[in-house]
């Protein structure tokens, strides 16, 4: 149990309590704040904790390609630490003000790695089972998915934080944000992250045209002050989407089934029908129903 004041430093180490699914309020959030606190002092960067998790999560699909069931139990512990230190670096990251525009971009990748090699992985292992490499089809269906779904839900979420406020909004940004951050960058590592970013950013906004008006009749009017009412009155309706449908397509939402098929010896086919077919099903009907959302704040004419 935290006292009062360590309570209300773990709640600033947080985005928002309220983007935050079951999983990560009760384990992953609480477990990263004691690592977070614990490296605050060392020199320990957000970044090098980014780097850190890459590594780990990516250990994850050479050890489910494995038939030795303590081996496939390893690699989800080491997916389950890599998490963890998914939320250390951002974390961290509050504690300390040690924050990058570099570190944020690259934090996001940080998940794409850990999947596209677990689904590289269960590709050749379909391939060592069935002696075929048609796998790979489905596999790369199901990486393309899994892009697509992470990217809408990173983008909901970080819109939710708009709308609770402008300091916690600031990483919600538009296409030409992302385009001068890429003309500015100077780092060779830096523009091949942002130039990838801007191909992010830009399905992001694609596939919300309801939202994107949304936005821009708010900012003509209002600019980034918001009225309350129409700040709560959005949240509360986001929450409720995301609870009830987006966190499906979370680390968590995925991974829940993801670590049942593996550690039960399920054909690993089956994730891929999942991703494909069920998580798909899922993105749609959260991009019908957040453009629903985003419908109700726009004039009728609109």
């Not at 397509?249 to 991974?255: A, K, Q, S, V, Y």
Request: net charge positive; hydrophobic share 45%.
């Amino acid at each position: 149990m935290m006292n009062g004041t360590l309570n209300r430093e773990y709640e600033a180490s947080l985005k928002s309590i309220e983007t935050e699914n079951y999983p990560d309020r009760w384990f992953y959030r609480p477990v990263g704040f004691r690592i977070a606190k614990a490296l605050r002092n060392t020199g320990v960067t957000p970044n090098m904790v980014t780097i850190v998790s890459i590594f780990v999560g990516a250990a994850a699909g050479p050890l489910f390609y494995r038939d030795d069931f303590r081996l496939v139990l390893l690699g989800v512990v080491c997916l389950i630490i890599a998490n963890i230190l998914d939320c250390v670096d951002g974390q961290l990251a509050r504690l300390t003000g040690i924050k990058s525009e570099i570190g944020r971009v690259l934090d996001g990748f940080a998940g794409d790695v850990w999947f596209t090699l677990i689904y590289v992985f269960l590709a050749l292992k379909l391939k060592s089972e069935y002696g075929t490499g048609l796998f790979f089809i489905p596999a790369v269906i199901s990486g393309v998915s899994h892009l697509v779904q992470a990217n809408v839900t990173d983008y909901y979420k970080t819109l939710h934080l708009y709308f609770v406020s402008k300091e916690k909004g600031r990483e919600f940004q538009g296409i030409d944000e992302v385009r001068a951050q890429y003309r500015m960058n100077k780092s060779l590592a830096g523009k091949v992250l942002f130039f990838f970013y801007i191909g992010y950013t830009s399905l992001q906004e694609s596939v919300t045209p309801k939202l994107q008006l949304m936005m821009r009749r708010f900012r003509s009017k209002y600019g980034d002050d918001l009225p309350d009412e129409i700040r709560t009155g959005f949240r509360r309706q986001s929450e409720r989407l995301m609870k009830r449908v987006i966190d499906f397509m979370t680390f968590n939402g995925r991974t829940i089934v993801l670590f049942a098929i593996v550690l039960t010896g399920t054909p690993v086919w089956v994730y891929f029908l999942y991703e494909a077919v069920v998580l798909n099903a899922v993105l749609a009907i959260s991009i019908y129903k957040h453009e629903k959302i985003c419908a109700s704040f726009l004039p009728a004419d609109d």
